[in-house]
Structure formats: structure tokens, C-alpha cells
């Protein structure tokens, strides 16, 4: 089983950036997919975005135009790219992959992102 290691997260004011960073221990160049999740206090986990073999990206409806999906297949590491963000963006991240179509879903433990003045 891949570890994914999400890094990046912090406290920052609204309006400003972070740079999310999952780390696989693994070559995920031929992964089906990878993306994040997050998840708020008392709140279920929620889609946010992912990136398909092919290169493909999808994103929820509530980060659209301010998150950005990339991945560096040489260092077997996705990021998540935030800009303008809201307190409502405030959650634990989680990184996710899943090596095939049919295989099962592997999860970081996920890193916490804190928008507040």
C-alpha cells in the first residue's frame, strides 16, 4: 500500500494562499487518479478536486477558479494550489489515490488549513 504525506497546510488570513503538497512513497506516474478531499469540524468529508491519468482535472463547484490540481510525476507528489480563501475553506485536507479504476482508494492523514483573520 502507497503512503501519501500532505504537507502545506496552516494558518492563513482570508484572501491569502497555501500551497498543499502530497507526497507519495510510490511512482503514482500510472495512477488512475489522485486528488483531495476535506473535511470541517463536525461536517462530513467533502470532494474538493482530482487529477486523472491523462492529465485531466475536475474540481468541486465551491474552490472553481480559486484552486488549482497539478502533479510532478518526478517526484511522485500532487499539490493543491489555493488562492483567495474563505473561512469556509477552513478544513482538514486529505490527499487520495487510487492506483486503478477498480482498485481501492489510499488516503494521507491529511493536513489542517485555518482561514481567519
Known amino acids: 500500500q502507497v503512503q501519501l504525506v500532505e504537507s502545506g497546510g496552516g494558518l492563513v488570513q482570508p484572501g491569502g494562499s497555501l500551497r498543499l503538497s502530497c507526497a507519495a512513497s510510490?511512482?503514482?506516474?500510472?495512477?488512475?487518479?489522485m486528488g483531495w478531499y476535506r473535511q470541517a469540524p463536525g461536517k462530513q468529508r467533502d470532494y474538493v478536486a482530482k487529477?486523472?491519468?491523462?492529465?485531466?482535472?475536475n474540481y468541486a463547484d465551491f474552490v472553481k477558479g480559486r484552486f488549482t490540481i497539478s502533479i510532478d510525476n518526478a517526484n511522485n507528489t500532487v499539490y493543491l494550489q489555493m488562492n483567495s480563501l474563505k473561512p469556509e475553506d477552513t478544513a482538514n485536507y486529505y490527499c487520495?489515490?487510487?492506483?486503478?479504476?477498480?482498485?481501492?482508494?489510499?488516503w494521507g492523514r491529511g493536513t489542517q488549513v485555518t482561514v481567519s483573520s
Open positions: 510510490d511512482r503514482i506516474v500510472s495512477w488512475y487518479a
Open positions: 487520495f489515490g487510487r492506483a486503478t479504476m477498480m482498485s481501492g482508494t489510499d
Open positions: 487529477i486523472m491519468r491523462d492529465g485531466t482535472t
